[in-house]
């Protein structure tokens, strides 16, 4: 291996001598875009099912593939890079909610093999998923105000729809089954409004859709020098 030419130090420093640094840019385009979409298509097409819209008690053995895939591993991998642009919110959010889709796949494949016998009242296991769900998703709706009021909707309804699912899993209530299926759905059109505000912003450069920004809100600065990382923006 033929080895790395010394270079003199003089060639790092500036004209006055004093030391010059390297910025790489690493430009990301906003991980929410995604993880919203993701989170919208499976949510709704489950909760539409929860609220008696179609369907029978196999449709979630139907629906399973695709929201592990795009619900769950896609919107797993959205918190992941969001993790990446200094956005925490969106990292817990999706990565939360993301890991649930994919759980979600794994249970519904131990009933279709035999493996896991489905409960035909109340589930309480399955409750206490919602439980955490929801306690997470009503802290991150409260964090949510430092962004905007689009995600403010998602997040209630969502935390909204977890806590009813809860109960209604936990006390074998189908009624508060279906209305924590419609919470749900409304939960899903709102974050497809959401993410079709944030890819067309991206697009166009400019707001298309409006979301309802916080005055607070925190800006997005072209370099975050102080982040560690220059280059790098911090946002969605």
Request: proline share 6%; hydrophobic share 55%.
């Amino acid at each position: 291996m033929a080895s790395r030419p010394i270079v003199p130090i003089d060639q790092y420093r500036g004209p006055e001598g004093e030391p010059r640094a390297e910025v790489l840019l690493q430009p990301f385009a906003a991980p929410s875009i995604l993880g919203l979409y993701g989170f919208a298509a499976s949510t709704f097409m489950v909760a539409a099912h929860m609220a008696h819209w179609y369907g029978s008690s196999q449709s979630d053995l139907y629906l399973a593939p695709f929201c592990v895939m795009f619900g769950g591993v896609a919107q797993f991998l959205a918190g992941m890079w969001a993790y990446r642009v200094r956005d925490g919110l969106a990292t817990a959010m999706h990565g939360m909610w993301g890991a649930f889709w994919i759980a979600f796949g794994i249970l519904n494949l131990g009933f279709a093999t035999g493996t896991l016998h489905q409960p035909a009242g109340a589930f309480p296991e399955f409750g206490f998923w919602f439980i955490g769900l929801a306690a997470i998703t009503w802290v991150g709706t409260i964090a949510a105000f430092a962004a905007n009021g689009a995600l403010v909707l998602v997040l209630g309804f969502l935390g909204a729809g977890s806590t009813v699912a809860a109960i209604g899993e936990l006390e074998g209530a189908a009624g508060l089954t279906v209305v924590a299926g419609w919470l749900f759905i409304i939960s899903a059109v709102l974050a497809f409004y959401t993410a079709s505000a944030l890819m067309l912003e991206g697009s166009f450069g400019r707001s298309i859709l409006p979301v309802g920004k916080m005055p607070h809100a925190k800006s997005a600065q072209p370099f975050n020098a102080g982040f560690g990382e220059p280059g790098v923006m911090h946002g969605q």
